[in-house]
């Protein structure tokens, strides 16, 4: 059984922000999927189905963002996922474009602070992620308002195609394996109207 994790917070005033693409992806998901959400425990909101041949829980911390650890960890407990091979973690990443996404098998927290409190929790950094580009922070803005922060048009666009890019390769992890995943999207460019 996978344990498919999206980053966010958990307040309305924070939906459709940068940091929030994580549980947007959860969310395209569990539409796909046809998996409700509906279970509210463990620290989170959560729901089971099937995505394909695996069993999946999908997850959406409520802890807020730095502590995204403890709901992952709680879960994984619960339902005796192995971390470092069942575990799928998405988040945002503003050292991407907004459209790109980049899959890993493993790796730090690249400054971000709900990754790093993941691994704090789980106490090792070897479960796979699939980050998603929100772009970078321009300057003299504050990087909590960058992230808290609502895209304008043209970046929904292309944050819309990452998010069913990012379940995509969700799906090719477990179907197949992350190095699969990370050949078919890892540089892969969102089509700008200036390439067409």
Not at 29 to 34: E, R
Not at 51 to 75: C, F, H, Q, R, W
Not at 77 to 94: A, G, H, M, N
Request: net charge negative; hydrophobic share 35%.
């Amino acid at each position: 059984m996978y344990l498919i994790a999206g980053l966010g917070n958990p307040e309305k005033r924070y939906n459709g922000t940068r940091h929030n693409v994580g549980f947007g992806v959860i969310d395209y998901l569990s539409k796909k999927y046809d998996i409700d959400l509906t279970e509210m425990k463990l620290k989170g909101m959560y729901g089971k189905g099937r995505i394909g041949d695996e069993k999946v829980i999908l997850l959406k911390p409520l802890t807020y963002m730095n502590l995204s650890g403890e709901s992952i960890k709680a879960v994984a407990d619960y339902f005796k996922i192995d971390t470092k091979t069942e575990l799928i973690v998405l988040s945002d990443d503003i050292e991407l474009d907004p459209g790109r996404i980049r899959v890993r098998p493993s790796g730090s927290a690249g400054g971000h602070n709900g990754l790093k409190n993941i691994i704090a929790q789980l106490g090792h950094s070897e479960f796979a992620r699939v980050r998603v580009g929100v772009g970078k922070k321009p300057p003299r803005i504050d990087l909590a308002d960058w992230v808290l922060g609502h895209f304008d048009e043209e970046d929904t666009v292309y944050i819309k195609e990452a998010i069913e890019h990012a379940a995509d390769a969700v799906c090719v992890i477990m179907e197949e394996d992350v190095k699969t995943a990370m050949n078919k999207w890892n540089g892969v460019k969102p089509e700008r109207d200036e390439d067409k």
